[in-house]
């Protein structure tokens, strides 16, 4: 079972998104089971990486709402998910620059399409390995809302 977790907390980071944006969530990330042990799959500064699910609730302390995936092939989902892992780094660029445009202006300025794929913030990653338009602007409670329906 695949799980996307839209979280938040009471850090000054996390607040800041949260208003910019106007919504309740600041992260996304994936949750899902490899060889019996649950696991979450995110974007955050050090890229694209996997952690033990406990290990990330104790390091992070997120509150989060679960949306769970039900998907023809999680096989192929969790697969795509794994693949960008070690080598794809957090987009700095589209959270502190090309974020506030869009929301100040409506305007993308920031990478789109392929040349995004090698730095993704953490609901742009998550958009991205579900196959969904417009990953590269996406916010974390633009997924939220567009995974609930």
Same mark, same amino acid.
């Given at each position: 079972?695949?799980? +996307?977790?839209? &979280?938040?907390?009471?850090?000054? @980071? ?33 890229? @694209? ?18 949306? +769970? ?11 795509? /998910?794994?693949?960008? &892992? ?29 040349? /995004?794929?090698?730095?993704?913030? &953490?609901?742009?990653? @998550? /958009?991205? @390995? ?20």
């Amino acid at each position: 079972m695949i799980t +996307v977790l839209n &979280c938040y907390r009471n850090k000054i @980071v996390s607040k800041l998104i949260r208003l910019a944006t106007r919504s309740k969530y600041s992260h996304t990330a994936f949750k899902f089971d490899l060889y019996g042990t649950a696991f979450v799959i995110e974007s955050q500064k050090k890229g @694209v990486y996997l952690i033990p699910f406990k290990d990330w609730r104790t390091k992070y302390k997120y509150k989060f709402d679960s949306i +769970v995936l039900h998907e023809a092939n999680q096989t192929k989902t969790k697969a795509k /998910a794994l693949s960008y &892992c070690g080598h794809t780094n957090y987009d700095f660029f589209s959270l502190n620059i090309a974020h506030p445009i869009k929301i100040l202006t409506g305007v993308w300025i920031g990478k789109k399409g392929y040349r /995004a794929l090698d730095k993704m913030t &953490c609901s742009e990653y @998550v /958009a991205t @390995v579900l196959d969904l338009p417009n990953a590269h602007d996406m916010t974390p409670d633009e997924l939220s809302k567009i995974l609930k329906y």
